[in-house]
């Protein structure tokens, strides 16, 4: 049963031993002081195990997980477990937070009765910061409600992502996120933003994202293969669990995967050489790929000898 008030923060950890103790400590450090952090310790073969029990003896708000490694959605996934909050919020784990941050999105929620807030986000890379405000300066710090939510997971990044927010209970809870997915993002922020009614994002700054080059969410090979099967997943839940039903949305979808699709094509990675497609995927993908990027798909399909079976 949920706790009046409380903010459940579920942070995945996973070889992240340098920076574990600059992001807890923001969290412990909120001035909103009704929290309950859950240290989800993903099979790490570091230190962060110890790090995370050490935590627990020191804050009595604090609770670790221990698990074998299941990356990064299951380890959100087996966090929501234990979520007792009436909020919920995910933090990863090289990242931290400004003091502030849960009082001012809480304090949103409230006062505008809310399903989610979300803040405005510096991308660090350890020496240069660069802000990440909303893409439509016209729609920060504005109520935003109905069908404009879904809107903005086609247009706005701060909406693309899970951790710069937080949400109502109601509106996380029952989703999974895509296990061993390197993209379970735009799977989970689509499912989250369709259940919402009533959103802001501020333009106040409150989340520190760490652009670390060896972590499999904020660096490395972009996995396109992934962001495909995330899409073509948030679709049919969507129409499944969620009874959607506007044609709208899904052509905005299909149009989405064919993109997705496109760029995986595109990519120069023998590690996921497509081989052959079958001709249904090709017809659908032509279908829904505008003009210029039909003509390159089906260019790159012959310049690659991609068989269409």
Not at 22 to 33: A, E, G, L, M, P
Not at 102 to 125: F, K, N, P, W
Not at 236 to 265: P, S
Request: positive net charge; charged residues 30%; contains cysteine.
């Amino acid at each position: 049963m949920e706790e009046k008030g409380l903010l459940s923060v579920i942070v995945p950890v996973y070889k992240v031993e340098p920076y574990l103790r600059r992001c807890v400590d923001s969290i412990r450090n909120q001035t909103y002081k009704k929290l309950q952090i859950i240290l989800v310790d993903d099979g790490s073969p570091d230190n962060c195990g110890a790090i995370c029990d050490e935590y627990t003896k020191i804050d009595g708000r604090i609770i670790a997980v221990h698990q074998k490694n299941e990356g990064l959605s299951g380890a959100r996934n087996n966090g929501l477990l234990f979520a007792k909050g009436e909020y919920i919020a995910f933090v990863d784990s090289d990242d931290w937070l400004h003091p502030s941050m849960y009082e001012t999105l809480v304090h949103l929620i409230e006062v505008h009765q809310l399903d989610m807030a979300r803040c405005s986000v510096i991308g660090s890379d350890g020496q240069a910061e660069d802000s990440i405000l909303p893409r439509d300066k016209h729609i920060a710090n504005q109520l935003i409600t109905d069908a404009h939510v879904f809107e903005l997971y086609f247009t706005e990044f701060l909406c693309k992502v899970v951790w710069n927010a937080v949400y109502r209970r109601h509106i996380v809870m029952g989703i999974i996120s895509p296990e061993r997915c390197h993209s379970q993002d735009n799977y989970v922020s689509g499912r989250y933003l369709y259940r919402s009614k009533r959103i802001v994002i501020t333009d106040e700054c409150l989340y520190y994202y760490y652009k670390n080059p060896t972590s499999t969410t904020h660096g490395g090979h972009k996995r396109f293969l992934d962001i495909c099967i995330c899409t073509e997943k948030l679709r049919d839940d969507l129409i499944r669990e969620e009874h959607m039903t506007n044609r709208f949305y899904v052509e905005r979808l299909n149009k989405k995967l064919a993109r997705e699709f496109f760029h995986f094509v595109r990519v120069n990675d023998d590690r996921y050489r497509l081989r052959s497609i079958m001709r249904s995927q090709k017809k659908f993908i032509d279908k829904y790929l505008d003009f210029f990027r039909r003509i390159r798909f089906n260019y790159l399909l012959r310049k690659k000898k991609i068989q269409i079976i």
